[in-house]
């Protein structure tokens, strides 16, 4: 067995010792003679696991008990749709637009309301986080929307947006438990899990009770309804259960790490390696705003085209994977998550250099 370092921006690295205990339990799950995929969601062996899966989730986040959690599907994107449907009660919410998914999210709103748009970083390729602590905002909108950290373009909201006392609304989804949060500043929180957390399939959302209500967009179907997942405890219909199942174990092995402080620490260290390395290089370049820089995505170029794919090519040899930039926006992206270790970073700078060495 090889396993190569994986930078993929999703879906992406998970912790191997969660993969091999799932190796270990797939055909006899702790005596039950079966894999949790083969399993009734309404057992009592999977009510444990998801039970579980939800404890550790609050323990790590800190969740207050004023906040739902659901274990949805969809992927982040039904969410864009989902927010709206069940949060625009004046029919107008406000969006901040830093990048792909701020402006799909935005975009997908406008089925429902009126969406304004009230900053973005459109005029930059998205390589900032503009500044949002003085924003005109209209009083009478139901929420503020950002996309926290920009998978894409590598940029994170360092500092949350002055709602002016408005709701905020997250999508966290490539920043999911890669540091601590103070949930309470949040109306929603949400993400896709298949970025940091586990197998694509599963959005968790953690939501403000009082703002899951009956008081929906006349014609929003029941599956799309928070009520129905709250009320059900995520169980309405038959859930992602086996990837729910591997979300907890990597809760459990965040909690192992010693929780969402030292996962930070870990994420700093390990991203600081790469953008010094980017901040000395002569060849590559980071392409974001230094103060805006995501601790989970690195992009960087060399500004040539051609020594960009010989780059990725010749990383992919070495076995380092994924590493070409998204399709909007070329260059190269490192993802690093969670689950890539230091090693993974600290050898694939050893290989810049070398690379940047043979083709100075
Ligand atoms: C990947 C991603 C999405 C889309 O996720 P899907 O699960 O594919 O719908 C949305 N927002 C962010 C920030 C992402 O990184």
Request: proline content about 4%; some cysteine; overall charge negative.
């Amino acid at each position: 067995m090889s396993r190569v370092y994986n930078f993929s921006a999703g879906p992406a690295v998970l912790p191997e010792e969660v993969l091999k205990e799932a190796a270990e339990e797939m055909l006899d799950y702790k005596g039950s003679g079966m894999s949790v995929m083969e399993m009734s969601h309404r057992s009592k062996t999977y009510d444990n696991i998801i039970k579980e899966a939800e404890a550790d989730l609050r323990d790590l986040l800190n969740i207050p008990d004023n906040y739902k959690v659901l274990f949805l599907q969809g992927g982040a994107s039904q969410q864009f749709a989902m927010i709206p449907m069940n949060l625009m009660k004046n029919k107008k919410a406000g969006y901040i637009v830093t990048g792909q998914w701020a402006k799909k999210a935005y975009q997908e709103a406008k089925i429902y309301g009126e969406a304004i748009e009230l900053a973005s970083s459109a005029d930059e390729t998205f390589s900032y986080i503009p500044d949002c602590s003085d924003l005109d905002i209209p009083d009478d909108v139901d929420y503020v929307y950002i996309c926290e950290n920009n998978t894409i373009y590598g940029t994170k909201f360092k500092e949350l947006p002055n709602t002016k006392g408005h709701l905020l609304v997250s999508d966290v989804s490539s920043c999911f438990l890669s540091e601590p949060m103070d949930v309470e500043k949040y109306g929603v929180i949400y993400g896709g899990v298949q970025k940091n957390i586990g197998p694509a399939g599963v959005v968790i959302a953690i939501i403000r009770e009082d703002l899951i209500t009956e008081d929906v967009l006349p014609g929003t179907p029941t599956m799309l309804k928070y009520k129905i997942h709250a009320d059900n405890e995520s169980l309405y219909n038959t859930p992602p259960a086996y990837g729910i199942y591997i979300c907890g174990k990597v809760f459990k092995w965040i909690k192992k790490q010693g929780g969402l402080a030292a996962m930070k620490e870990y994420n700093e260290k390990k991203a600081a390696i790469l953008y010094d390395f980017l901040d000395e290089s002569k060849l590559f370049k980071g392409t974001v705003r230094k103060e805006d820089r995501s601790l989970m995505n690195v992009p960087f170029i060399t500004g040539s085209d051609e020594l960009d794919a010989k780059f990725i090519k010749e990383a992919k040899e070495a076995g380092f994977e994924n590493l070409k930039g998204h399709r909007s926006v070329g260059g190269m992206r490192a993802s690093i998550y969670n689950a890539m270790p230091i090693e993974g970073v600290e050898k694939l700078v050893a290989f810049m250099k070398e690379f940047e060495a043979n083709n100075a």
